[in-house]
């Protein structure tokens, strides 16, 4: 009797460990499929995103319903978030793609994984920006506003301070007036130089003056000098 006892012991404890084995296996299981399932949601939720962008870049205009983007066998093999459909609402400047989570947690979650996305209330919302035509140009990206209140700024009558930037690859610079530590330049052309030290290799000038003088002076008289002194030789006076 004790025997049998061990025996149905023995089989009790095996069932228990069977069961928790499958039951681990289960949740296992089931942990991979909805791994599998969320990945899934992502991946088709981008391809919905990309085919909405498309369809408005090549129709001029957003598409209305889901169904303007895929045909029904293509809407049947599509994996849908929560499998609810994508429902589309037209903003001002782009069109939402949104559906409704379980939880808030579980809409938090999506749009993490998805760039752009975002959450209002339970609801993860994807929006698809309006594309801009191939033929567009930057001028809506980058321009300059009218100042009523400061017309100076209009004519960029204003100082440019770069913070310690360079500005590079000037083709022409006119200017009144440029305050700077240090000039390296292939040619320098200027009417005036106003300098406390320069110091050249060659200097090529129709005149040089000092406060004293100018070289066109010094030149002058030195030429006389030299005429002075050739009539002196002719009369034998110098030597």
Same mark, same amino acid.
Request: include cysteine.
């Given at each position: ?15 228990? =460990? ?148 360079? =500005? ?14 240090? =000039? ?56």
């Amino acid at each position: 009797m004790r025997q049998q006892g061990f025996v149905m012991l023995e089989v009790i404890t095996a069932v228990v =460990i069977v069961s928790s084995l499958l039951l681990m296996i289960n949740q296992a299981w089931l942990f991979k499929s909805s791994q599998q399932q969320r990945q899934g949601w992502l991946v088709d939720a981008e391809q919905v995103n990309l085919a909405a962008s498309d369809f408005w870049a090549e129709n001029g205009a957003p598409p209305g319903t889901i169904r303007d983007l895929f045909t029904e066998q293509e809407l049947a093999i599509l994996r849908f978030p929560w499998h609810q459909e994508w429902q589309f609402t037209l903003g001002e400047n782009w069109l939402e793609l949104s559906v409704s989570a379980p939880s808030l947690d579980q809409a938090q979650w999506f749009v993490r994984q998805i760039a752009g996305a975002f959450v209002r209330g339970n609801e993860v919302v994807m929006p698809v920006w309006q594309p801009r035509p191939s033929n567009a140009t930057n001028e809506d990206y980058l321009h300059r506003l009218e100042q009523t209140d400061a017309p100076h700024l209009n004519t960029m009558a204003t100082d440019l301070d770069m913070g310690q930037f360079d =500005i590079i690859d000037i083709n022409n610079l006119d200017t009144q007036r440029l305050t700077v530590e240090t =000039i390296r330049a292939d040619e320098l052309e200027a009417t005036s130089v106003k300098t406390t030290e320069l110091i050249v290799t060659t200097v090529y000038a129709q005149d040089v003056i000092t406060p004293t003088t100018s070289l066109q002076e010094v030149s002058d008289r030195l030429a006389e000098y030299i005429q002075l002194w050739k009539q002196c030789e002719l009369q034998g006076k110098c030597s």
